[in-house]
């Protein structure tokens, strides 16, 4: 039987020290406000519709880049070579948005940043 865990961070730092062929993730990303940072890529999630559109607000190299409202189950969004996908959300007392997350690579010196998430090992 597959056990599942979910580890609640507030701030996650990752710095790969070799390179890596790809990275791919699933994330919980708490609502709102919480972001997901590779490389100089930072997406960060606002709130939920009722109708489960996400607004997500695009920042490269630290400037604002553009807003996107994403559906559930849509296709891959890239922006550079940062692929994601929204997957659905978890409504409750706090809510959360699955993201799946693509990277052709991380180098040294590169980094991946995780703020207000959880995550599925």
């Given at each position: 039987?597959?056990?599942e ?8 730092l ?9 990275l791919?993730?699933?994330a919980l990303?708490?609502?709102p ?10 997406l ?15 920042y ?6 553009r ?9 891959n ?6 692929k ?5 959300a ?15 690579y ?16």
């Open positions: 039987m597959k056990k865990f979910l580890f609640f961070i507030i701030l996650s990752v710095s790969a020290s070799v390179p890596v062929s790809s791919s993730a699933e990303v708490k609502l406000g919480g972001s997901v940072t590779v490389d100089d890529i930072s960060r999630f606002g709130d939920l519709s009722i109708d489960g559109k996400l607004l997500v607000d695009v490269v190299d630290g400037s604002y880049y807003s996107m409202i994403l559906l559930p189950g849509g296709e969004t890239s922006i550079g070579d940062l994601f996908e929204y997957k659905g978890y409504i409750g007392s706090e809510s959360f948005v699955v993201i799946d997350l693509e990277y052709p991380l180098l040294a010196g590169d980094e991946l940043t995780l703020v207000a998430i959880a995550l599925g090992f």
